[in-house]
């Protein structure tokens, strides 16, 4: 069962532009929820991640996302785009604990989402 | 601190040999992880292990065998590479608790012919 989807497998925007890359998850048990980036030729590395306290979380280089849990989102944004941010964005869940269909001491991952930015 | 490495960066083989993928890590953490890349398709977890000697099943196991002998290695091998294998391979790691981060590797490139 694909316990996150992340809409839009590619984003385009201009540079200092708003950047908004969208996750939606389903889970019955209070989840905690991770964006990664990975950069070309790179591994992933976290941007950012809730864990139940704060719903807005701060993360690396100005991005930021809220957990809204009556919309099970968790979706990305960065005010002002920048040329270094052009990656691939990951959206993953892990679960406070074992759920139906999925399994403790596991990282769901979405299908990533490619963010270009213009000049 | 050298994190989450990964042994070879990449590689070439031919259908039918074998090799075996090393990751270490220096953080003392307790779960690590085998994922494989490919376009499209995101990040699908292979194997992982929840402690020193023990290992269990993700999404895509076929075709792969893992051992974690000692709680800072964990190797993945192919008995017999397929062409279907050709693929990004990711490894990572944590500590024991659902809400800390995973650390990547820089990933092994790897080409089936």
């Known amino acids: 069962a694909q316990s996150v989807t992340q809409l839009g497998s590619h984003v385009s925007v201009s540079e200092g532009a708003l950047v908004l890359l969208r996750c939606n998850y389903s889970?019955?048990?209070?989840?905690?929820l991770f964006w990664y980036v990975q950069y070309p030729n790179q591994g992933l590395q976290l941007l950012l991640k809730y864990t139940s306290a704060a719903t807005l979380v701060k993360g690396i280089n100005d991005f930021e996302a809220e957990f809204k849990k009556s919309e099970t989102s968790f979706h990305l944004t960065k005010p002002s785009a920048h040329m270094s941010d052009a990656a691939e964005y990951f959206c993953a869940v892990s679960f406070s604990r074992a759920d139906r269909g999925s399994t403790l001491g596991r990282l769901y991952f979405g299908r990533g989402t490619q963010l270009t930015v213009w000049p | 601190n050298a994190g989450v490495t990964q042994t070879p960066k990449f590689r070439v083989l031919k259908t039918g040999q074998s090799m075996t993928l090393l990751c270490a890590q220096d953080?003392?953490?307790?779960?690590m992880y085998w994922y494989r890349q490919d376009p499209g398709m995101g990040l699908r977890l292979i194997h992982y292990s929840v402690g020193e000697g023990t290992t269990a099943k993700g999404e895509v196991p076929d075709g792969y065998n893992v051992s974690r002998l000692k709680k800072q290695n964990f190797l993945l091998g192919l008995e017999s590479a397929a062409p279907s294998q050709t693929s990004v391979y990711f490894c990572?790691?944590?500590?024991?608790?659902?809400?800390?981060?995973?650390?990547f590797g820089p990933g092994t490139r790897l080409l089936v012919l």
């Open positions: 990572a790691s944590r500590r024991d608790r659902p809400q800390e981060t995973q650390y």
């Open positions: 953080m003392n953490h307790e779960y």
């Open positions: 889970s019955s048990v209070p989840p905690y």
